[in-house]
């Protein structure tokens, strides 16, 4: 049972980081393989039983919990990929402007392209590093720059005077508000991930090794209890039988 459970933590974690579908398929097996030995109506003692329908009981509240979170990486991870894309998109037409203006010699609509670029390859740096490390402080840090960036278009808005650099400007300002929003629908669809995983998943883990130990100790004094139990009819049918001989 504890081999079990170890494996599927494990499986779980690396499942959190690469969204890898044998590791699923792993914690799913190891903590289906948990449950099938917990049986608490062949157990005869009433005190154990009731500790091992404890056992079976939070196992079944750690398979529900993770069965909660595999939708949640699932959607995550579609999110991630829109955003990926998206996020190139914005990229490319940032660099479009900043190349138009220069090639026009615009020396101000340039430098304010410059800030547009600056500020969203901020956002991508933060982005990437609350992916990375779920990092809150990172979410903070990447919202700023988006509203950084949109205040940089909008200076260069005013500045850009010929139409294919206005129907950039146009398209970026598309862009960048998408961009934010779904970013926004990422950070929120990891944080309740997150929020399962601490408030279940790796609460009900430590919770079950405590029901395991206890379960365990009080197994034990059982078994020792009828051990001594044993000892004492042996050595009492042993006396019997001496002054049975003796009779």
């Known amino acids: 049972l504890q081999s079990a459970l170890l494996s599927a933590g494990i499986a779980i974690k690396d499942f959190m980081l690469t969204s ?5 398929q792993r914690a799913n097996a ?7 030995v917990v049986q608490p109506e062949v157990v005869a003692d009433p005190k154990l039983a009731a500790q091992v329908a404890a056992i079976r009981d939070q196992l079944a509240a750690y398979d529900a919990a993770f069965r909660q979170v595999v939708p949640m990486q699932e959607q995550r991870d579609r999110q991630v990929a829109d955003l990926d894309a998206l996020g190139s998109e914005a990229d490319a037409t940032a ?17 304010n392209a410059s800030m547009v670029m600056r500020n969203l390859l901020l956002a991508g740096l933060n982005i990437r590093a609350f992916l990375a490390a779920n990092d809150p402080a990172a979410v903070a840090h990447a919202q ?5 960036t949109a205040k940089a278009l909008k200076t260069l808005d005013r500045t850009v005077s010929d139409p ?11 862009l960048l508000e998408r961009y934010a929003a779904l970013f926004a629908e990422v950070a929120t669809t990891i944080q309740q991930r997150n929020q399962i ?7 009900i883990g430590p919770a079950l090794a405590a029901e395991m130990e206890q379960a365990r100790q009080q197994n034990s004094a059982r078994l020792e209890a009828v051990g001594d139990a044993t000892v004492a ?4 049918i042993q006396w019997l039988t001496v002054g049975a001989i003796a009779l």
């Open 20 to 24: 890898s579908p044998a590791s699923q």
């Open 30 to 36: 190891d903590i289906q393989a948990a449950r099938a």
């Open 95 to 111: 660099l479009a402007l900043l190349k138009r203006q220069r090639q026009l010699t615009n020396a101000t609509a340039t430098y």
């Open 144 to 148: 700023e720059a988006f509203t950084d």
């Open 164 to 174: 294919e650099g206005q129907a950039l400007v146009d398209a970026m300002g598309g």
């Open 197 to 203: 995983i601490a408030d279940q998943v790796e609460t």
């Open 233 to 236: 009819e042996a050595d009492r």
